[in-house]
């Protein structure tokens, strides 16, 4: 098993996962390896720039590209978890908002004025609180009402299509399956094919 992460004194701290990539390592017993990224990587941006053929805004092109060329001095083949966030909510503050809507009624679908907009935000860690409530402001109703119309259209659209019973949740999920996946496979295509190496995603198998 390959893993990469990013020094402990450093803001990408924030979102190492050695730690927990090593306690599955050590449970089903492989030949775990890792590779930590450092600030001298942002040398390699023309190199990777190169490489990506198109623009991707998505600065895990890097980290993929890194621990691929990593992989490729053992493997040509590697199992990839992405897709696992999209399926099981592995992004932070998924399961923290459904959580607090659930507590308020809200998961079920009832419906109570903007809630599915506004469990669709909680849901998005990149999006913080502020961030949130300026987005949902009455008085910003007019202006930002196509987009959260359209949001809510789309999100219930999905939470039908879960379901009778589904809830935000599910209906989030699916919009980050639809959302996400296209463009987390075409860096996975991208970043390990520049070494020689195939990149396949059994969770993103659906």
């Known amino acids: 098993t390959y893993a990469i992460g990013f020094e402990a004194d450093s803001a990408g701290a924030l979102f190492n996962e050695l730690p927990y990539a090593k306690q599955v390592a050590d449970l089903y017993r492989t030949q775990h390896k890792e ?31 890194l621990v691929s060329e990593f992989a490729r001095k053992d493997v040509t083949v590697i199992l990839s978890g992405v897709g696992g966030d999209e399926l099981f909510g592995g992004y932070d503050g998924v399961l923290t908002a459904f959580d607090a809507h659930e507590a308020a009624g809200l998961a079920a679908g009832e419906g109570h004025g903007l809630s599915s907009a506004r469990f669709h935000l909680e849901a998005t860690s990149w999006i913080g609180p502020a961030a949130q409530e300026e987005a949902l402001r009455p008085e910003l109703a007019d202006a930002s009402g196509f987009l959260i119309g359209a949001m809510e259209r789309e999100f219930e659209a999905q939470r039908l299509a879960a379901g009778p019973r589904a809830t935000r949740l599910e209906a989030h999920l699916r919009l980050q399956r639809i959302g996400n996946l296209t463009a987390l496979l075409e860096r996975l295509d991208a970043a390990p094919m520049r070494h020689g190496v195939e990149g396949r995603t059994p969770f993103a198998d659906l």
Not at 39 to 61: G, N, R
């Open 35 to 65: 590779i930590v990224v450092r600030p001298e990587v942002v040398s390699l941006l023309p190199k990777l720039l190169w490489h990506m053929d198109e623009p991707i805004a998505d600065s895990a092109f890097i980290t993929t590209f």
